[in-house]
């Protein structure tokens, strides 16, 4: 009772009535409470005399005609301390689910309860697997009925549960020898407000996020200390122009850029947003590759200086589309360069105050006022609940409207359309796409649709293509006009920045971009009910190699917006990763890739779930929406390690004691490594790099025990791809200081030759440093080329090319001859004589 924040409880049993049967009250307040204070209920209950029994009895364990749950990772993504992790196996029959549950050996002693709430709350932990009613939105228990302990102090039980209503469960626990311990007859469940709600369980977490612009914390030490340039022009009268990056020499420069001020006057004035769009983010890319193409002076940045590219507060402007596109594009650079590139949005006329306004640890801010605001993601107040009325019609299928979905019979297309005609009762769908007709399963989806009761019509087309698209749209019936459009086609094609090319830039730009601007501007007048764009939450928080695909879904967050500021309808969902097993993502969820997803605080979002945030998304009165399911990433210690637009969001767990003979896997801090590092001498120094590159790779592997890691192993046996490598070359360039080439981690081959390099770089003893290449890196090996022969080999289309981008740009000498996807497989390499040529060869 002495700690802050510290509870009373009081359990009220009352007098016996005629029955026998006692009333029962849980009460609480603050344990400094004074004497008059109230308490507040909880509970309330009844204790009647007598045994309640729920049936049990199983002749072998685990019961037989069962399907084993995978529950790697669930802890994982939970808050859930030591103690309360006792679910150690699961297994499911129809509505029921069988489950092992354990106490930890740090619990407190099992005898001391009746049963102890560790293991109850790894019994509610195994009702997750049960089909409820509205289990994706999170459950909570609500009421027991019938509950008896059999017996005391066990400390291993053997749990079924069985679905007993559409949000009830009953609950039968027994001791390994087949005893009786608990019995629940009914435990009644209801949704949490998932948008409130940040708790343990994925499920429970599923939310709607807006972003806000809020002060930046105060004390934090500004970064922007040396001299400052501008280039071309001087908008910011600094004193000083640049005709060229080359001229940056001196330590700590900040070259200032304007955003849609016409740098080298490459930017279309004038033209429509998508054509602005194409041209600003082709000229930015161009300037990006040419600051981390040449040697910079330590500590020296790009800023980009916007003026109204952000709606940071009440009474802004709308975003502008285009200018957001660059801002993404950049926003991608700083994931994989950290501390390269700075982003800065201005009012119109405001001078730069930049000696104050450049946070250490905030890439992206915006002024106002003379106030330093800063991006972050926060809960969406649910809308408020409506007794009678009936959900709004949002796509005007009363009417007899037609509803136009782009990429219709893609994964997301198809799964929407069903959710139309089910949910919102849409009868009339015009599914259009690059094959229309002649695209995977989209007979089989029309038949479906068909017998859902909706007329479907496939159509082959290029959204993009604003004649084509004007010709699609003037053939809907004018007894069935078009009502709603939901923009769901796009394209991937990932790589890094330094290896985006225009022409692959311009490749993702297109199909969501170009077609979703001709889309706006084609129906703008026709009255529709809903224009929903989906878009993805890279473009909110950006992830490192999907630069393309982070601007072009910036620009349809910013579309949303500008719609939205002159009365139309819109709505833009930046989904998080949906966990499908096909389609646009489907090729990325490996283990890794999932961890991937992971690591930057969101999980997968499950189908029906990600359905039911749309239709929650349609009744909120804003235009930009995130959809996601949060998750604490396994390696996030410290509030400093999470994504800055994601503070708000994601808490860092307690620290645990390890095991003997392993350690957590992030027993090296990054943010202190520096000063710790030269406190150490030399065979102590060798043991902490090792240390921090071994935490860093566990982390980014999803291992909770750097033990899993063995540092002698190739980076590729250690389930490394093109995407967590740029992920540990950040993490140890943030943790180093050093500039670390972009081809270090492949180049270096394992953890422990990686080690090598950096204890040469920082200067520690021992150790010849590295051979350099033309890459800046130690001496060409054959990881990179090893890294795409075995994503070829064991079929990962997606990212062997990825790979063989990666090599084209990293390896002048290479040649790549052909586009993977363009060829059947299999497909062979071969290397030709110097200088190497990629040759790839259908068999």
Known sequence: AERAGAVAVQVRVGTPEASGARPLGIHSRPADAADDE?????????????????????????????????????YE?????????????????GDEVFAELELPDRADDAALFGLHPALLTAALHAVEYVDLKDADQGLLPFSWAGVTLHASGAARLRVRIAKAGEDTVSLAAVDTTGRPVLSVEALALRPSSAARLLGPGAADRASLLGLEWVPAEPGDAPAATGPRVALGTDPFATGTTLTSLTE???????????????????TADGGD????????????LALLQEWLGAPRPTGSRLVFVARGTVAARPGDPAADPAGAAVWGLIRTAQVEHPGAFALVD???????????VLPADEPQIAVRDGHVLVGRLAPLDPPAAQDGPERPDAFGGARGGTVLITGGTGTLGAATARHLVTRHGVTRLLLAGRRGPDAPGADELRAELADLGAHVTLAACDIADRDALAALLAAIPAEHPLTGVVHAAGVLDDTVVTSLTPERLAAVLRPKVDAAWHLHDLTRDLGLDAFVLYSSISGVTARAGQANYVAANSFLDALAQHRAAQGLPALSVAWGAWDLDNGMAGDLLTDTGRQRIRSGGIDLLPRDRALALLDTALELDTPLVVATVLATPPGIVRP???????????????????????APARSVEPGNFREHFASLGAAEQETAL????????AELLGHTDTADVDADRDFLELGFDSLIGIELRRKLSEATGLQLPASIVYDSGSPSGLTAWLRTELGAQGGAAPQTGAAGGPAE???????????????????????????????????VTAELEDLPWPVTLAEGPAPSRLICVSA
């Open 690 to 697: 090792l240390d921090l590159v071994v935490a860093c790779s």
């Open 248 to 266: 940056v020499t001196e330590d700590g420069t900040l070259v200032l850029v304007p955003l849609g001020s016409g740098h080298d006057a490459r």
């Open 781 to 815: 090996n054959d990881s990179m080329e090893r890294l795409f022969l075995d994503g070829l080999a064991q079929g990962k289309l997606r990212e062997a090319q990825r790979m063989l981008a990666t090599v084209a740009a990293l390896r002048p000498s290479f040649e």
């Open 38 to 74: 109230p308490w507040t209920q909880h509970a309330t209950g009844v204790l009647t005399p007598g045994e309640h029994s729920v049936p049990f009895d199983v002749p072998s364990w685990p019961p037989a005609d069962t399907d084993p749950v995978d529950l790697a990772g669930f």
């Open 640 to 662: 400093d390690d999470v994504p800055p637009l994601m503070r708000g969001l994601v808490r860092a767990p307690r620290r645990t004691a390890s095991a003997a003979g392993s």
């Open 273 to 284: 947003p998508a054509t602005v769009t194409h041209d600003t983010t082709r000229a930015t």
């Open 77 to 93: 993504r939970t808050e859930y301390g030591p103690v309360f992790q006792g679910l150690r196996a699961a297994w499911t029959r």
């Open 346 to 356: 201005l009012e119109p006329g405001a001078p730069l105050p930049l000696d104050e």
